[in-house]
């Protein structure tokens, strides 16, 4: 899928302007604190329902041109399908802090709805996180990454999370000392979900494990190993349930379930959270987003939107041509850099530039027109 239109209102520090993106790299060039990153946060909003920084939409909201207080902002896009095109449309009111979501002028009740039909990777500095940070963010990953591979894990994460909600409360309520009717029903669903969920990640898990190899071999040059080990708080969710009523009723939350889960990274043997360094944190990112990319790719349907937040700056030049050797054949891929040169002028002649400076973003004329 191609993302052939983007219009921009209120959106962080970017003009309100309409943008046009053509097939192939597209380059996002500018200094530092210009726009560059914030216009790929528009597109991963657009697709995605949501920021890959902040998860308060109050933050997002600039200042209007002619306007000194803020009111909200509104994306735009249309993306063009193999058989179809795509109209998503997202408005933040600032008075209301209310989003609406619309695909093709309908309502959506759900972001993941969303999913099912715009596909994004995103890539940002902030990723090694994915290696290096908390468990939560890798569970993060791999509920988005699932979430647009199958249609089956978006049904069971939503009813998970409404059964884990409701348990908790149960649970909590138990504790107390208050009967706890309605747990036995909630129990049903709980289990039914959770063990789908892990079994969809166990499976995922290993076609990302053989990818991520591949991909940070070719970006860092060398053979370490690159392992990826499915860690979930319960393997058999049902047993567990049974066997351990007494300790959640104790704890008065959820202690069994893919809500606790790790995603164990390991490069050569050893766990890539406490022992790599930051360029291989980094790197290691950088291959695990490949991995979706190419994974969803061979899911069938569409390629999906390939977001890369300044993906360049820490390769040496034999690195950074590995990584554009690789997004060259690509449908559509978006790539930030403060300086054009990083791009051998083989792709600077192929890729459609953008400049970005003060929030106002123009598109470079076209060298062969």
């Known amino acids: 899928m191609n993302l052939t239109r983007l219009t921009l209102y209120g959106f962080r520090n970017l003009a309100e302007q309409r943008l046009d993106f053509g097939d192939g790299l597209q380059v996002i060039c500018g200094g530092n604190a210009q726009g560059k990153t914030n216009l790929l946060e528009a597109i991963f909003c657009l697709t995605a329902g949501r920021s890959f920084r902040s998860a308060d939409d109050q933050i997002l909201v600039g200042q209007t041109d002619g306007a000194d207080e803020k009111v909200g902002y509104r994306l735009e896009g249309e ?12 408005i933040f009111d600032q008075e209301t802090k209310r989003r609406t ?4 002028g309908a309502p959506l009740r759900r972001v993941m709805e969303l999913w099912a039909e715009v596909k994004a990777v995103p890539f940002v500095p902030a990723d090694s996180l994915l290696v290096k940070g908390p468990p939560l963010l890798r569970r993060q990953f791999l509920n988005r990454f699932l979430g647009q591979k199958s ?7 939503q009813r998970f999370s409404t059964a884990l909600r ?9 504790q107390r000392g208050n009967r706890g009717e309605s747990l036995e029903t909630w129990n049903g669903v709980y289990q039914e979900a959770a063990q789908a969920l892990v079994d969809e990640r166990a ?11 591949s991909f940070y ?10 392992r990826l080990a499915y860690q979930p708080a319960s393997w058999e969710i049902g047993k567990d349930l049974a066997g351990g009523a007494r300790r959640e009723i104790a704890a008065g939350t959820c202690l069994f379930g893919p809500h606790l ?3 164990e990274i390991r490069l050569s043997g050893r766990a890539a959270r406490f022992y790599s360094s930051e360029g291989e944190g980094r790197c290691l990112a950088l291959a695990l987003r490949l991995a979706e990319y190419r994974i969803l790719c061979e899911d069938g ?19 950074r041509e590995a990584l554009l050797d690789l997004l060259e054949p690509l449908p559509q891929s978006f790539l930030t850099t403060v300086t054009i040169d990083e791009l051998p002028r083989r792709q600077r002649e192929k890729a459609s530039i953008f400049d970005v400076q003060d929030g106002e973003i123009k598109k470079r004329p076209d060298p062969a027109g």
């Not at 993306?79 to 997202?90: C, E, M, T």
């Not at 249609?151 to 994460?157: Q, T």
């Not at 349907?301 to 030049?317: Q, W």
Request: a negative charge; aromatic letters at 4%; zero cysteines.
């Open 151 to 157: 249609a089956l894990y978006r049904y069971h994460l």
């Open 203 to 213: 499976a995922a898990i290993l076609q990302l494990a053989e990818a991520a190899q």
């Open 79 to 90: 993306i063009k399908r193999r058989d179809d095109a795509l109209h998503p449309l997202l």
């Open 166 to 174: 409701h348990r908790n409360a149960i649970l909590k309520e138990m």
């Open 261 to 263: 889960d790790e995603l």
């Open 217 to 226: 071999r070719l970006l860092s040059r060398r053979g370490e190993a690159v």
């Open 101 to 104: 979501f619309t695909l093709n």
């Open 301 to 319: 349907g569409d390629a999906p939107l390939l977001l890369l937040d300044d993906a360049l700056s820490e390769l040496d030049g034999s690195r």
